[in-house]
């Protein structure tokens, strides 16, 4: 469980998250959506620990992120808008490397990354060093990197960004999977499409606040729009007043 409560981050005299508080339950699939500018990237980098808030805090686990930060990191896999692979590197080689850094025994290590190798379909990029790679082969050595070491908590910026058809289905296959072994998945996308066949429940951000948070459906309904690409519109296009006025 991820609890967010009452957090606020201001950078400069913009305040990018206002007031801020939900929690992230463990066993679903919840999707973050805002346009450009919302606070979603910043929410996702004050729960792994590379923001500090201004007023409120992260628990994860119970943990205190902003107390805490390794060992909070220590539950989180986390894919973030900059795959940021070293070059150098074979795929595997940048997934091993990360599963080495959060202590895997050397046979469990192995066992994750061949797992997550087949079901990325990643065998023709497997030793190739990650330098010149498409942004597809990036996107995929970088989830597996991200989950290497089976986290709780699964943490996914734009996560099909670049991928096939193929691998977007598998990619899908497994974040079902994850939530049915019990994980807290939270992933932002842009593709209303992907969000509604996906998520058990979406958070939209709109101005640095929380507009919305339920089902697909419900959200749908508090809007009396027609699906949720239109539910998304309106509420992203409230006006400040409006925003802190919604419940």
Known sequence: MIQIE???KQFGTINALKDVNFTLNDGEITGLLGVNGAGKTTLMRLIYGLLQPNAGRVLVDGIDVSREPGLARQRLGVLPDDTGLYKRLTARENIRYFGELH?????DLTAHCEALI???GMHNIADRRAEGFSLGERMKTALARAIVHQPQHIMLD??????DVITTRAV???LYALRDQGRCVLFSSHLMHEVTGLCDRIIIIAQGRIVADG???AVIEQTQTASLEEAFIYLSELSAQEVAHVE
């Open 158 to 163: 734009e996560p099909t960004n670049g991928l």
């Open 215 to 217: 089902t697909v459906a």
């Open 6 to 8: 009452h957090i606020s």
């Open 172 to 174: 899908r296959r497994m």
């Open 118 to 120: 087949e079901l990325l």
């Open 103 to 107: 202590h895997l025994s050397p046979s």
